[in-house]
């Protein structure tokens, strides 16, 4: 029998590529899509027909982290051997912007999803995945930051993400659930959104060698970011649900690097100077600023065998291939 496993967020980022990898591993994999009148599934469009052995293996539900009563009655009827918590407002700056609402999905969202757990009856059964985040950490108290550097987050949504993060724990020691967080700093792909700033800056690249666009308008530039590849996250996610015993683990690179870095390997790529297309926008500031993260994943690697592959230069240009690809594909 393969394993069931159920994905929130799965037209997501880390959605897609945590879908790739356990189709790949022979799972049945499940997803929770919101409904909306405009289609969101481009970045797992190409899974829609997998299959193996003859049976299709990823199926999608319409569902949302708002609502208990749908989770308790999905969980109930797949009875999943693993759940992966991906969804939420992950917008940090937005999340200013619309703070109740990414309380209630970002935080609240996973209470529903853990209490769904516990109701549908599958608790003793199902391992659970919480996407916990290095911005939690925000006005950071140690360098490096590791699993037991002390929180102090700097927006509502890293508010939302520790309340989250600390639930997983109190369910795990409450109830006895197969309960981990993985604390993942920034990790980016081609499949990043595009309002996240290291995207903005690989679109805006490939726009300004092709000669569609001049400028590009960013705030802060000198944060400093831990900045990998998703696809090799999803893999530590993975491992941390396939341990004797749950925990919680940072995945990152111990490696930090400002934005300008980030600018110079993007646009270096295409022999551009940012310097001549960058212009400051205030309204991109947050109100409060996280200026340093870096986070050190020795125990990842020590309890899990994962590390990171790619490097922060080596991923800016793997995006920056790919948007330029993407525009050169006719429309």
Not at 232 to 261: C, F, S
Not at 299 to 322: F, H
């Amino acid at each position: 029998m393969a394993k069931i496993a159920l994905i929130t967020g799965i037209t997501g980022q880390d959605g897609s590529y945590l879908a790739e990898l356990l189709l790949s591993k022979g799972y049945e994999v499940h997803g929770i899509v919101r409904r909306a009148s405009t289609v969101q599934k481009t970045r797992i469009d190409h899974l829609e027909g997998y299959k193996r052995d003859g049976d299709k293996r990823l199926h999608l539900h319409y569902g949302d982290l708002a609502d208990s009563v749908a989770l308790v009655k999905l969980l109930y009827q797949l009875q999943p051997d693993e759940v992966y918590n991906l969804a939420a407002q992950s917008h940090v700056r937005i999340s200013f912007d619309i703070p109740e609402y990414t309380g209630d999905i970002t935080g609240l969202g996973a209470q529903r999803i853990l209490e769904a757990i516990i109701e549908s009856g599958i608790g003793k059964k199902v391992r659970y995945y919480q996407a916990s985040s290095s911005e939690m950490f925000g006005k950071v108290q140690a360098v490096p930051q590791i699993e037991t550097t002390p929180f102090y987050p700097r927006s509502p949504y890293a508010c939302a993400k520790l309340y989250a993060h600390w639930l997983t724990i109190n369910y795990r020691e409450s109830y006895g659930l197969f309960a981990c967080s993985g604390i993942l700093f920034n990790h980016e792909s081609p499949r990043r959104g595009e309002n996240f700033v290291t995207r903005k800056i690989t679109i805006a690249a490939a726009r300004i060698k092709a000669g569609l666009q001049k400028d590009l308008y960013l705030g802060n530039l000198d944060s400093k970011r831990d900045w990998g590849f998703a696809k090799e996250y999803v893999e530590g996610m993975w491992r941390m649900l396939q341990q004797d015993k749950p925990d919680d683990y940072v995945l990152a690179t111990n490696e930090t690097h400002t934005i300008r870095d980030f600018l110079d390997a993007s646009f270096g790529r295409l022999n551009l100077d940012w310097h001549d297309h960058v212009k400051f926008d205030e309204r991109l500031l947050r109100p409060a600023e996280v200026d340093l993260l870096i986070g050190d994943y020795a125990k990842a690697k020590r309890e899990l065998g994962w590390e990171p592959q790619t490097r922060m230069k080596a991923l800016a240009e793997l995006m920056v291939d790919a948007d330029c690809a993407a525009l050169a594909r006719p429309a």
